[in-house]
């Protein structure tokens, strides 16, 4: 499997950014919210965001894209982003991780899709968790998060509280979005087995291994995405209230969860293959007991051929009138009783 990364030249200063090719141009979604205000809408410039540092209200900045290197510039200026961590959101993929900072808390996310072809879509998430702001870095547009934004209009729990559990809705949606992934992956499994059960050939297992490969993929996902949970709910962050970590527990159970099924469905690969070679072997088994009940059939009357073929002059049953049909009689009997033989040995079925 290849590996992509998006990453400056080697020896270029730490924090450089280099933008992925193809990149999506961002688009900026600014959610402001409280108690007794919602405020929801798009934004083209950043010059005032900074403000957002010192309201009451939380705010959400939502970058939707990785486009335009300048505008990241000025995110960072305007929130006081650590180069590196800024590096982090831009250089993708980066493995999910967690970083206290002294502005802001990091925390990197994978976030995975599964789009109408049925191909699995990957793509990273970045939060930047402050005391009254949290700016979100996608790297792809089209997100998961619309239940969360609903949330901040009708829910009175999201209204009272702060960016870090605004940050907690978040990643439990993400976590959860692999819930959908697993769904067609372990149908795609049932049909393998059956398959393989009722018909067994040499192209089922290209097909189970590439099963299997797309199983490993999703578990190098969602294995750094548990361990960064569980990093959340141990290190000690000035950004996380304790309330907020009661909450990240539960997602911790998720992403076990996702693990343990994605493990199981990696060990049901395994047991494919296995079931797949041993029912190639009895199918084997199967064509040479027929090859060899035909062949000992065959041998006794090859024996009677060849006695009766041989060119000696006197055979004494060569002028018998009808040899030729009693000979013919013998075989059949031979051949008979032979059969009756194997069935009754249960080689032919039940005796």
Same mark, same amino acid.
């Given at each position: 499997m290849r590996f992509h990364k998006s990453h400056p030249k080697i020896g270029a200063t730490p924090g450089s950014l280099r933008i992925p090719d193809n990149s999506h141009d961002p688009e900026i979604r600014l959610l402001d919210f409280g108690p007794d205000q919602h405020d929801a809408r798009e934004i083209d410039q950043i010059d005032s965001l900074h403000e957002l540092l010192h309201t009451p209200t939380v705010s959400w900045i939502d970058v939707q894209g990785l486009g335009r290197e300048q505008l990241f510039h000025d995110l960072a200026e305007a929130f006081e982003i650590h180069p590196l961590a800024l590096e982090d959101a831009v250089n993708v993929p980066v493995r999910p991780k967690s970083e206290v900072y002294e502005n802001f808390h990091l925390v990197v996310l994978r976030m995975v899709r599964i789009l109408e072809d049925g191909s699995i879509e990957r793509s990273q998430v970045t939060l930047f968790i402050g005391d009254h702001v949290l700016l979100s870095i996608q790297e792809l547009p089209g997100d998961v998060f619309d239940p969360v934004r609903k949330r901040t209009r009708?829910?009175?729990?999201?209204?009272?509280?702060g960016p870090d559990y605004l940050a907690y809705a978040l990643i439990d949606v993400v976590i959860d979005g692999y819930f959908p992934v697993l769904n067609p992956l372990g149908n795609r499994l049932e049909v393998l087995e059956e398959e393989i059960t009722l018909r067994t050939r040499q192209d089922q297992i290209p097909s189970v291994m590439a099963l299997r490969h797309e199983l490993q993929a999703l578990r190098r996902d969602i294995v750094p995405m548990r361990d960064l949970v569980w990093q959340m709910l141990r290190e000690e962050s000035p950004f996380l %209230?304790?309330?907020?970590?009661t909450h990240l527990r539960d997602c911790y159970d998720h992403a076990a969860q996702i693990v343990d099924v994605v493990d199981g469905f990696v060990d049901h690969t395994s047991q494919l293959i296995a079931l797949h070679g041993s029912m190639m072997s009895n199918r084997m088994n199967e064509i040479m007991k027929v090859l060899t009940i035909m062949s000992t059939i065959f041998i006794p009357l090859g024996f009677l051929a060849g006695v009766y073929g041989m060119n000696f002059a006197w055979i004494p049953e060569l002028g018998f009138r009808y040899g030729?049909?009693?000979?013919?009689?013998?075989?059949?009997?031979? %051949?008979?009783?032979?059969l009756l033989y194997f069935r009754r040995r249960g080689w032919l079925g039940r005796g």
């Amino acid at each position: 499997m290849r590996f992509h990364k998006s990453h400056p030249k080697i020896g270029a200063t730490p924090g450089s950014l280099r933008i992925p090719d193809n990149s999506h141009d961002p688009e900026i979604r600014l959610l402001d919210f409280g108690p007794d205000q919602h405020d929801a809408r798009e934004i083209d410039q950043i010059d005032s965001l900074h403000e957002l540092l010192h309201t009451p209200t939380v705010s959400w900045i939502d970058v939707q894209g990785l486009g335009r290197e300048q505008l990241f510039h000025d995110l960072a200026e305007a929130f006081e982003i650590h180069p590196l961590a800024l590096e982090d959101a831009v250089n993708v993929p980066v493995r999910p991780k967690s970083e206290v900072y002294e502005n802001f808390h990091l925390v990197v996310l994978r976030m995975v899709r599964i789009l109408e072809d049925g191909s699995i879509e990957r793509s990273q998430v970045t939060l930047f968790i402050g005391d009254h702001v949290l700016l979100s870095i996608q790297e792809l547009p089209g997100d998961v998060f619309d239940p969360v934004r609903k949330r901040t209009r009708t829910g009175a729990r999201m209204r009272h509280r702060g960016p870090d559990y605004l940050a907690y809705a978040l990643i439990d949606v993400v976590i959860d979005g692999y819930f959908p992934v697993l769904n067609p992956l372990g149908n795609r499994l049932e049909v393998l087995e059956e398959e393989i059960t009722l018909r067994t050939r040499q192209d089922q297992i290209p097909s189970v291994m590439a099963l299997r490969h797309e199983l490993q993929a999703l578990r190098r996902d969602i294995v750094p995405m548990r361990d960064l949970v569980w990093q959340m709910l141990r290190e000690e962050s000035p950004f996380l %209230a304790e309330g907020t970590l009661t909450h990240l527990r539960d997602c911790y159970d998720h992403a076990a969860q996702i693990v343990d099924v994605v493990d199981g469905f990696v060990d049901h690969t395994s047991q494919l293959i296995a079931l797949h070679g041993s029912m190639m072997s009895n199918r084997m088994n199967e064509i040479m007991k027929v090859l060899t009940i035909m062949s000992t059939i065959f041998i006794p009357l090859g024996f009677l051929a060849g006695v009766y073929g041989m060119n000696f002059a006197w055979i004494p049953e060569l002028g018998f009138r009808y040899g030729y049909f009693i000979l013919l009689g013998v075989m059949v009997t031979v %051949a008979g009783l032979l059969l009756l033989y194997f069935r009754r040995r249960g080689w032919l079925g039940r005796g």
